[in-house]
């Protein structure tokens, strides 16, 4: 019985990035309609894929990211392939900048955040003004990106306990 | 289930296996978006679209609704604020929608002696759904809602959707209790529509700004039209009925006609779901028909 429970408390440990992912990808699928609707919802899975990518990639692995992209592709109705493709290009970029992040202030990992989103934001836009045949209006985009930026320090922080204080030493 | 744990996690020849698979689902990715432009639509994805929004139903469901009951909270204080001017309004409001009605009354009056004559035959009515919203894309590019009717009410793909104001947009993919509305404003969205009073046709183009453009179908000469003018559904296409209100001519920038919708995207709470079905043509019937179109539509010279 204590082995099994054990068992069953590390596998829940190393899906919790994954949980929080998909709990991202809902929360992007409820009407929220922040402020009446003019406050954007955050893009919470990037900061997921992102902080997971920088402090433990192999708490998130490739197929968890593809799983979450896939999944929020299929729930919001856009062409499908594109968030996993989004998600998964922001998780090996972080992973070939690893050895930078390590061990920097928050501040540099937080624009290294804005960056990364930066980078997503150019790909998502690029690929939709593709598929719809003429460049898109980036207001939208830009302000959702935005309030994911604004909102890193805070859900970093928080991953950041729930990492070192429960998936790693609890 | 060692391998999932943290056991594993210094394992020799991990990374370099990690980003191989990291790569490897990037090409998948990659090659699922080329297939989605290629190909619409291909029915295993169409598949899997309805089987995901048809699982995730049940949890928008239960969290859609203290969410709405927080939204009504935050926004019943506001109301506190503004009471006052909010009641001249309605009084305002109160006193124009009478006249309406009295109008409606002698209408209706109207009608009643028009569908006493013998010839008239009933347009077909539609078979309305009544469903609750209870998710929606917060992209910035796709724009769709998720409300709580499926197949299993008769909710097909193509039907209309109308909230309390207007046109809201049409139905996509449809679960067994869960369906997709494409919104107007969605890139997507093409809505045959008319301006009223001009007899201009045109559609409605969506850009994922809150105001999609008219494209002019059919019209060589200059097209005139002022803000205010209305705008409704065409029926152009045979999906969505003809004459349902989508908004009104904002204003015209550089050759595109901006429409301010009706639908309220930001308050929309429930919507209904047109089941209409076009009449059939039957050969006996097709010159009345056309007849009856040429009346319907007035001369641009008259507008």
Do not use: C
């Not at chain 2, 996690?9 to 090659?31: C, D, H, M, P, Y």
């Not at chain 2, 995730?56 to 109301?79: E, K, M, T």
């Not at chain 2, 308050?267 to 779901?273: A, L, N, Q």
């Amino acid at each position: 019985m204590g082995y099994r429970a054990e068992n069953l408390l590390s596998l829940l440990k190393a899906a919790t990035p994954m949980i929080l992912g998909v709990l991202g990808v809902i929360f992007l699928a409820l009407p929220l309609r922040l402020f009446e609707g003019w406050a954007p919802t955050p893009i919470v899975p990037l900061v997921v894929v992102f902080f997971w990518s920088v402090y433990a990639p192999e708490f998130l692995p490739s197929v968890s990211v593809f799983f979450i992209g896939v999944l929020q592709d299929l729930l919001t109705g856009g062409p499908l392939g594109l968030w996993a493709a989004v998600y998964l290009a922001t998780q090996f970029i972080v992973m070939s900048q690893r050895s930078y992040f390590m061990g920097r202030e928050q501040k540099v990992v937080w624009l290294g955040f804005a960056l990364a989103t930066a980078g997503a934001s150019l790909m998502l836009w690029l690929v939709m003004s593709l598929m719809s045949g003429a460049l898109l209006p980036v207001g939208s985009l830009l302000a959702q990106m935005a309030a994911t930026v604004l909102i890193y320090p805070l859900f970093g922080m928080v991953f950041g306990q729930l990492h070192r204080r429960v998936l790693v030493e609890g | 289930m060692e391998f999932l744990g943290q056991d594993k996690r210094e394992g020799l020849g991990r990374r370099a296996n990690s980003r191989f698979v990291l790569l490897l689902l990037i090409l998948v990715s990659t090659l699922l978006l080329l297939s989605s432009l290629y190909s619409a639509e291909a029915s295993v994805f169409k598949k899997a679209r309805e089987g995901v929004i048809d699982a995730a139903a049940p949890v928008l469901q239960h969290l859609s609704a203290p969410i709405a009951w927080f939204n009504d909270l935050v926004g019943g204080v506001g109301d506190y604020f503004n009471v006052l001017e909010q009641n001249k309004a309605l009084r305002e409001e109160n006193a124009e929608l009478r006249q309406w009605m009295n109008e409606a009354l002698e209408l209706r009056k109207v009608v009643a002696a028009y569908e006493g004559l013998q010839s008239y035959q009933a347009p077909p009515e539609a078979d309305p759904v009544d469903a609750f919203v209870i998710g929606e894309a917060n992209d910035a590019f796709a724009r769709s809602m998720i409300v709580n009717a499926g197949r299993s009410k008769n909710v097909e793909s193509g039907q209309a959707v109308v909230g309390d104001k207007g046109l809201v947009g049409h139905i996509v993919h449809t679960g067994s209790k869960a369906s997709r509305v494409l919104l107007l404003t969605d890139i997507q969205s093409r809505v045959p529509v008319y301006i009223e009073d001009t007899g201009l046709e045109g559609i409605l183009v969506g850009n994922t700004r809150a105001r999609p453009v008219i494209a002019i179908t059919e019209s060589a000469d200059v097209i005139e039209v002022t803000p205010g003018q209305r705008v409704l559904t065409s029926g152009a296409g045979g999906v969505l009925p003809r004459g349902l209100p989508v908004g009104v001519i904002d204003s015209e920038k550089s050759g595109d006609i901006l429409v301010d919708l009706f639908a309220d995207y930001a308050e929309t709470r429930m919507v209904r779901i047109l089941n209409y079905e076009f009449p059939a043509v039957d050969e006996g019937a097709v010159t009345e028909t056309q007849d009856g179109e040429a009346e319907e539509a007035p001369a641009p010279a008259e507008g």
